[in-house]
């Protein structure tokens, strides 16, 4: 199932990055979300950026059957991995999400980049629930929680970009 968002930003995006990149904004955005406990990272990988999230949530939101796959919670874990900017500040990356335990993955694809009122984030993504029989249901179910967690992050970010 493709979730394909965009995000804009009164700031330069070197301004953007370097909120992106910052732990206490990941920490603050797995909190948003709702998470029960969660860890963030921002490491350096050559001249690439990684940012890792850990979050633990409630699967309140599932359907039955999803439930009965995870628990009561469920563990996401978010890796970004930002390439070095470009002269203008544009940047382009990965993200895969993962549930450990479960066979549900989202991958796709990060920019940033001038546009709008300053920066416009692209993430195009997949998102795949390999089950048979359910995998289409799970996706549905599980699209509205991923789309909201990108809407939150946006707000974050304002807000953080706001200070």
């Keep these: 199932m493709k979730i394909a968002r965009t995000l804009e930003y009164a700031a330069t995006p070197d301004e953007v990055f370097a909120v992106l990149a910052d ?8 909190a948003a979300t709702g998470a029960i406990s969660y860890t963030a990272s921002v490491t350096a990988e ?20 999803a439930r ?63 089950i048979p029989l359910v995998g289409g249901k799970i996706e549905k179910a599980a699209a509205p929680a991923i789309e909201d967690a990108i809407t939150i992050e946006g707000k974050t970010a304002h807000e953080w970009l706001a200070r």
């Design 46 to 65: 050559g001249d690439a950026t990684v940012i890792r999230t850990e979050r633990e949530l409630p699967a309140d939101g599932l359907p039955d059957f």
């Design 68 to 130: 009965s796959m995870v628990g009561n919670t469920l563990k996401v874990v978010e890796t970004q991995t930002w390439q070095a900017a470009g002269a203008d500040g544009a940047r382009t990356g990965t993200v895969a999400m993962t549930v450990p335990g479960a066979p549900i993955t989202l991958k796709g694809t990060l920019a940033l980049e001038s546009g709008g009122p300053g920066t416009v984030e692209h993430l195009d993504g997949d998102l795949k629930a390999s």
């Design 23 to 30: 732990v206490a904004f990941q920490e603050a955005k797995c």
